[in-house]
């Protein structure tokens, strides 16, 4: 009897002590089943053993090869791994002693899309508010070449290194809850490029462009009014995909920061260089949306017309390389400031990647942009970039346009467009030397200004008064 007692006490320890040795991997919410690596680079794959100075292996079976690492003091680890053209579905095996399989992994192309609550709409309507197109949109979803992360929505006063989250396949039942804009984005991405399309979504309703910018990039900020809600959207959402591999960043945020457009032409420039730092992959593609007009101000003349923070966001092309500005001028709403038109959102992103990043010719990126003025009497020409085959209206009108004299006073202009629609001609009956032109700038306004492919064209003042 003692001897079976001993057998089975010296079992128990065999059987804890193997136990011991088996170190526990654990992988942040992305690195899961179904999610979508970018294709052709070095991408990182980390994580947390229970063990330190623990080799941890990684093997994909997409080639077959096993790469090696070993957790730090805290357990740690980090590899990075090559990956193919696009394909899939793939799998990875993470092994510290026990095995974690990641299944139903696809390559293709990876984009992250971040701001306030423009971005945050979901397809099937939120805070009151539709999506046009929404039903026929969700109908037809199905493709399980697009895949889907949600960051949790989570504010910290320091850096996480998980969210909570999973990857979904595009589908009638997933498709509703997630940002319209990204969703549209990655819609048309795949149906141009016909591979897959991952696209990670960490945005929040109200949010300002401080919430978003690490401690790093806010320091030299600190009289900012609202300095303590500084980083606490980087921190628990953005900190843990850091590193994560993508191709590029969207961007839908401003319309908190209408009071500031000053400070924003240097604390959003911050967060785009400090993002690129934190994934140090150089000059990261980062496209961004120019609010829309909406009637901030109610039509009571009471804080900034917005025009001033589409204006410096324009003013953040020549301040971030290798960014791109899409312009919403056509979409606002005066009773909401969340536009319905989300698929043109979306639209507009991907035809900005398509040309800009993927390398596709043959059409603009975005709408028409302000060059220069020539004056010749009371009128005064308008040239712009961006045009493509030149400028239109869509038969509307060609209103917004306003044009000022020496006493700085502006009045309403009449338009038209000089020849071959490569100008448009403004003048005034009211103001006999025109010196300074303004087109869409106004808190809430519809613009009437296309190029010929449909893209609106930007607010804009030739003044600084």
């Known amino acids: 009897m003692k ?30 089943d179904g999610m979508v690596l970018q294709q052709q680079s070095s991408v990182a794959i ?77 397809v099937g309507g939120r805070y009151s508010d539709p999506v046009i197109g929404s039903l026929d949109a969700i109908v037809t979803s199905e493709n399980p070449e697009i895949r889907m992360f949600m960051v949790g929505s989570k504010m910290t006063s320091a850096p996480l290194t998980d969210c909570e989250g999973i990857w979904q396949e595009a589908s009638s039942e997933t498709v509703p809850d997630f ?11 795949n149906e141009v490029l016909r591979i897959p399309v991952g696209i990670i979504h960490a945005s929040y309703g109200g949010s300002r462009v401080e919430a978003w910018m690490s401690k790093e990039a806010i320091e030299p900020y600190k009289d900012l009014e609202d300095v303590h809600n500084a980083s606490i959207l980087y921190n628990g959402m953005l900190s843990p995909v850091v590193g994560y591999g ?15 457009p000053d400070l924003y032409t240097q604390l959003f420039p911050s967060l785009v260089n400090d993002w690129r730092k934190k994934w140090g992959m150089g000059e990261l593609p980062f496209y961004y949306a120019q609010i829309a007009p909406f009637n901030y101000n109610k039509g009571e003349g009471k804080g900034k017309n917005s025009a001033y923070l589409r204006e410096a966001q324009t ?103 000089g020849k071959d629609a490569q100008t448009v001609i403004v003048s005034s009956p009211e103001v006999e030397q025109p010196v300074a032109v303004r087109y869409a700038f106004k808190d809430y306004i519809k613009g009437t200004l296309y190029n010929m492919s449909g893209l609106p064209a930007s607010s804009f003042r030739t003044d600084n008064w």
């Not at 993508?246 to 500031?260: F, H, P």
């Open 3 to 32: 001897r079976y007692q001993l057998m089975m006490a010296l079992l128990a320890s065999l059987l804890f002590l193997t136990e011991g040795m088996q170190a526990k991997i654990t992988l942040p919410a992305f690195f899961s």
């Open 315 to 417: 003013a953040c092309l020549k301040l971030i390389p290798s960014s791109g500005m899409i312009i919403l001028t056509d979409i606002g709403d005066a009773r909401t400031i969340h536009p319905m038109e989300k698929e043109a959102v979306g639209n507009r992103f991907a035809y900005m990647a398509l040309g800009r990043t993927y390398g596709k010719k043959g059409f603009p990126t975005t709408g028409p942009l302000y060059k220069s003025m020539q004056t010749e009497g009371n009128k005064i020409t308008l040239s712009f970039d961006e045009m493509g085959k030149g400028l239109t209206t869509y038969r509307q009108q060609l209103t917004g346009f306003e044009v000022a004299g020496e006493d700085k006073v502006f009045h309403p202009a009449n338009a038209r467009f």
């Open 246 to 260: 993508i191709r590029g960043c969207l961007w839908y945020q401003g319309e908190a920061n209408v009071d500031a």
């Open 179 to 189: 940002s319209a804009a990204g969703y549209f984005f990655a819609r048309k991405l």
């Open 46 to 122: 980390w994580g947390n053993s229970d063990k330190k100075k623990q080799k941890v292996t990684i093997k994909t079976s997409w080639n077959q090869k096993k790469c090696a690492t070993i957790t730090d003091e805290l357990g740690q680890w980090k590899v990075r791994v090559e990956t193919p053209v696009y394909g899939g579905p793939y799998s990875i095996e993470v092994s510290d002693g026990e095995t974690v399989t990641i299944n139903d992994v696809l390559i293709g192309e990876v984009w992250l899309c971040s701001g306030q609550s423009n971005m945050d709409m979901r």
